[in-house]
């Protein structure tokens, strides 16, 4: 079992917006603004996407953007498009000094 | 540009030792300053985080952290000299066949892995 929960799956079509969540505890993602969230195609490593819950690292589009409301961080991404369709997983720091995952969220571009 | 090629036995029997390696290229470990990270993947599942060593590149060998579900049977350690992460996984069964990825994070406590292996697939054998 995951320490953070995500949706399975979630779904759009192309030019769509699309709010994937990321619940967490207070010993967690309620404490801490180090959340970042990473795609990933089939086969290949994770790629990061979203840093301290709402950065965007160079290279990464516009189109995905982060926050965070209490114990739930949230992956946006707009204007869908079938590059998209993908694997999502958000991470957290936790008290214990780890790092915890959730555990994925499927995209499909329809 | 900094690469990271995780490499070790593809086949380990069950209640032996997984041993990997993290060799990283284009970049000196020595230089400090990141969080050098180990996670996996089992088939078809979500990722999961092993644990990390904080290397500041000074003499001393790193601080690391450790998922706790792991920690008893984890060691992960760094070899400065040869630009190397390594990780090893005492008594492995079955349930740790996956696919072992090593990333580094700068900051966020360990959380922006930012550059990644491509993963090798270790298969524990019964």
């Known amino acids: 079992q995951s320490a953070l929960t995500q949706p399975a799956s979630v779904s759009g079509s192309p030019g769509q917006s699309i709010t994937i969540s990321c619940t967490g505890t207070s010993s967690d993602v309620g404490s801490y603004d180090y959340v970042s969230w990473f795609q990933q195609h089939p086969g290949k490593a994770p790629k990061l996407i979203i840093f301290?819950?709402?950065h965007r690292p160079s290279g990464v589009s516009n189109r995905f953007s982060g926050s965070k409301s209490g114990n739930t961080a949230s992956l946006t991404i707009s204007g869908l498009q079938a590059e998209d369709e993908a694997d999502y997983y958000c991470n957290s720091y936790t008290s214990s000094d780890s790092v915890a995952f959730g555990g994925g969220t499927k995209l499909s571009v329809l | 540009q900094v690469q990271l090629q995780e490499s070790g036995p593809g086949l380990v029997k069950a209640s032996q030792t997984l041993a990997l390696t993290c060799t990283v290229s284009g970049g000196s470990i020595s230089s400090g300053g990141y969080f050098w990270t180990w996670l996996r993947q089992h088939p078809g599942l979500g990722l999961e985080w092993i644990g990390n060593i904080y290397y500041s590149g000074s003499t001393y060998s790193g601080v690391t952290s450790y998922n706790p579900a792991l920690k008893s049977r984890l060691l992960i350690s760094v070899d400065g000299s040869k630009n190397q992460i390594s990780l090893k996984l005492s008594s492995v069964t079955v349930a740790d066949t996956a696919v072992y990825f090593c990333?580094?994070?700068?900051?966020?406590?360990?959380?922006?892995?930012?550059?990644w292996g491509q993963g090798t697939l270790v298969t524990v054998s019964s």
């Open positions: 990333a580094r994070s700068g900051a966020g406590r360990g959380t922006i892995l930012d550059n």
């Open positions: 301290d819950v709402s």
